[in-house]
């Protein structure tokens, strides 16, 4: 059950994926009013795996201790219990040393290790944790519209000609956001994403068949498979019985069509495109069935979203900072804003429309920088691990320490401690405005 009703503010999420709906936990929890938009008839994430570092378990925790639960039930981790810190083991997948490495170039290990979850695993345990009649399906976001003369409230008009009030909009619809497209307009450069020149092959291998080609080592933890101009990594899923594999090569076309993030491929395609790699590695990509997904890696990197809210509407997560994969920690940053934005909202002394606005505005200021910078990183640790990084190249002492000091910024953070400093800036921008 949600908590007792302590605003006479009503807010709209636009997006039911794991942002939207940790959101929407986080807020009804605190006993606000909310009703979540999903334009699909029913909660469904695309992708295979999402992976969660230290951080992003804190501010899980902030937003309601039952999401952490969830993530508890679902995630996976390496199966060697030595490997339990480890998040990677980082191998020379490129030059033939005759078999697979017989031991990692270097590890990079955090307090969690490898935390991951499938997608759909994940939102189907968050789902039973919202509370009933707060989400609406079928709702495909057309436009907002103000009038100043209607209590502050704004109008959603969705493609199905329905509408609906809200006197704040909480975009958490991704990386195609059009809550994006609706705050700085079809034609501005942040509202579409851009390529990063690399794509992705996703395959899944039965464990024992993977252990027969790389060791158990190898195939029972997560690793990262170095190279120039690809890498690929591997980890195990469904309680250890298959290896996932997701193969990323780097190249100068352009995607064919910016429309369709994802479209089918054939394993001569990768194993063409790995035909450089390590002898090993290309026994791996033998084991892939014939017919493979391919998915291009977008991000909002080059065109940043130049605010994160307007007045009374915010985007969050992806919609906000869309970045590539190579972090594992754009789904972790995303959750992260809903512990930020949920302190804010659920503070006392947020009790008008007014006081909203100025909460957002503390959130575009305190969470611009860090989400923004999120993306160039990841884009910059992708290239280290294909050797493609300038100043890093294929010194693997130094792509260590780059990952190292990266993470470190990501991982290594108070989440509580940042929730209560957000708190305190707005308490002193209501004094300045005069609505404390």
Known sequence: MSAPKKQDIDYAIIGGGITGLTLAIALTHRGLTVKLYEQAPSFAEIGAGVSFSPNAVQAMKICHPAINDAFERVRTRNIWE?????????????HDTGGPPEKPAFTIRNSTGQAGVHRA??????????????AVFGKRLDSVSHDDRVDGLYTLKFADGSTAAAHAVLGCDGIKSRVRSILFGADHPCAAPTYTHKYAYRALVPMKDAIAVLGEEMAQNACMHMGKGGHVLTFNINHGQVMNVVAFHTTEKEWPDSTRLAT?????????????????????????KPELDIWAIFHLGDNPAPAFAKDRVCIIGDAAHASSPHHGAGAGMGIEDCAVLSSLLAEESVVSSAHVAHALSVFDRVRRERGQWLVQSSQHIGN????????VGDDLEKVEAEINLRNGMIADVDVAGMCDDVVSQLHRQLSRANLS
């Open 121 to 134: 695993h994940f939102l189907d345990e968050l789902i039973k944790i919202l509370p009933p009649d707060v």
């Open 384 to 391: 280290c691990y294909e050797w493609l990084a300038e100043g």
């Open 264 to 288: 089918s491929a054939k394993r001569e395609d990768a194993l063409r495109d790995f035909a450089d790699f390590a002898p090993y590695l290309k026994k791996l990509l033998h084991l892939a």
């Open 82 to 94: 030595s490997k339990q810190d480890v998040w990677f083991d980082y191998y020379d997948g490129y």
